[in-house]
Each structure stands twice: as C-alpha cells, then as structure tokens.
C-alpha cells in the first residue's frame, strides 16, 4: 500500500509500506476519505507538544481524520462486516481498566492515538488496521466525504454538550476554522445565539454565510457571554477569555496551544466561571454522526480542498490552505 511517513522534523515522503492485516479483533479498512489537522502538521513541523516531552517519536505514519470502507475483519470481530462504510475513534485504551470500562478510553494511561500517539499508524494511507471496538459504522445519509470530518465534529459537539449550550445562551467562538465552526453550528443547532470571532474578514464572511453573527476581536465592545469556545489554540486569546464572559460563565477550550499559557485563576473564581477542557470526542462520535445525517448539506461546506496522498508531504511543509471563502478543511480522497 501507499502511505505518507514523517520521517523527521520537516521530512515527509509518500511510500510503499507492507500491506496491514487484521488479527484477532481488528478491522482492516480501505480508507476513501482522510482529512488533515493542524495536529499533522505540528508532528511535521516537530512542534507538536507529545514530540517535546517524549512521548511520541518519529517516524510514524499520521492521520486520524477519516471514512473507509470494511475490506475484512479479524477473529472475535461480531459488530461489523466486510462492506460496512466507518470512521473511528482516535484514542484507543487498554480496554480493561476503569476509565476505559466507564466510557473514558481517551483517559486510559495506556492509550495510544491513531496516527499521533504510540506509534499506531494511522490514515494517511490506502489501508488501516484499527481494533473493533474503535471502529463506528456510519449512519445512512453519511458518505465518506462527511464520515471523514465525524471526528473533529465530535470534539466540538463534546465542547458544545459539556458547557451545556441551550435556547437563549449567548455563545461566543473563538476561531472560524474547522473545529470553531463545528462548535458554532452545533450551539446554533442548540438554540442558542452564536458569534464567532475571527481576524481575517475572510473567515467571518464564511461564517455569516451560515447565518451566524460575526465580530473582528478588536469589535467586541462591552458585549458578554454566557458560553465562550476557545477554537484557536492561541495563547493571547486564552489569556483574554474572561474580558467577554459573564457570571457563572461556562469555557471550554478546543484549541491546543504549544504549552501552557496561563489562566487568570483569581479572575475565574470571582466570576465562578467553569472550565472545560476537551482533549477528545471519543463518547460523542455517533452523536456527531447522527446529526450529519441531518446536516449533512451544511457540513459539506466547510470542505475547502480536495488533494491526492501526493499532495500531503507538500501541503505539510506549506501549511493547510484556506482559499478565500472556502471551507477550511483539507482532505485527501483516495
């Protein structure tokens, strides 16, 4: 098969790796559609906070956004079949401690991560081995262009759910990337009151395409917040969080920054504000899955370039293209 492999900091190629096959539990799968995050492109750069404290190392295969199709599955395999279109999970537990038996794998202490952690390859590749119990089929209605945008989807709907977004909040998203815009059309899908923040007029022209209100950060003004969602992974932005919150405001943070950044504790004591930091959506990819099924038109948008596995080692030196008015995810049909 045909894989990409980041061979070092800023080294990338497209090569012939052996075929994967699938053992007992495992599902291999012929990837159609695979998307590229800004976590590609740090592991590329060399950047990427898990390179820095050890505990991932190159070289290793990336990708973790993705949609295939079933070509066989390995022994004790019950729940899918060949021909079956999925997606699947990023964080992968042992599969018998406590976290992972309470519905909180991506907490496992043993957990690897599809194409970023423990040197488990991932998608970026023509096949994929991945256990079954990782594997979500997907629901009717949802090809592999959507199935392969379920993932980071299920972050910000995890986002969106932990902060408790309801009829009549004010949301404010950081960021009009893939990961802001998820959060802002699934708080406005919530009955809430969405404005997304972003520099680039550009970007908030995007956004206000979908019907959500739309601010330059220098235009806030005295406007407050009941739910903020940090989507960019900027420090500056972290660090000024509070300046549009309300009382009782609930945070989540999406966005990873390099390192830590800082938060007001005083600050957030006084407003007894909560803050949600979300690390994974394992436990809200079916949910995200399911209201594709429904958004499906709307979602497709925010798909703004289409590129061959050829194109990845470039792209990753370049940097993920945003055309202007274009959606701002990368993926790679296959």
Known sequence: ?????????????????????????????????????????????????????????????????????????????????????????????????????????????????????????????????????????????????????VEPASCSLRGVRLTAVGPGDRVLVWGAGTLGMFAALFAADSGASVTVVARRESDRRFASDFGLATRDPADLGDERFDVIIEATGSAEVTQRLLDDATAGARIALLGVPGGDVGLPSGRLIALDATVHAVLGGSADIDEAARRFATLGDTVRRLIGSVITLDDVPRLLAEGLPRATGAGPKTQIRF
């Open 1 to 149: 098969m045909r894989a990409v492999r980041i061979t070092a900091p800023n080294e990338a190629t497209v090569l012939e790796r052996p075929d994967p096959q699938a053992g007992p539990g495992e599902v291999l799968i012929r990837i159609e559609r695979a998307g590229l995050c800004g976590t590609d492109v740090a592991l590329f750069r060399g950047t990427m906070p898990y390179l820095a404290d050890g505990r991932t190392t190159l070289p290793l295969q990336p990708g973790h956004e993705w949609a295939g199709r079933v070509v066989s599955v390995g022994e004790r395999v019950t729940a899918i079949a060949p021909g079956d279109l999925v997606t699947g999970d990023t964080f992968i537990g042992c599969g018998t401690c406590a976290l992972c038996t309470s519905g909180r794998h991506h907490l496992c202490p043993d957990h690897l991560e599809l194409g970023v952690l423990g040197q488990l390859d991932g998608a970026l590749a023509e096949l994929l081995v991945v256990p079954e119990r990782a594997v979500h089929r997907l629901p009717a209605g949802v090809d592999a262009d959507l199935g392969a945008m």
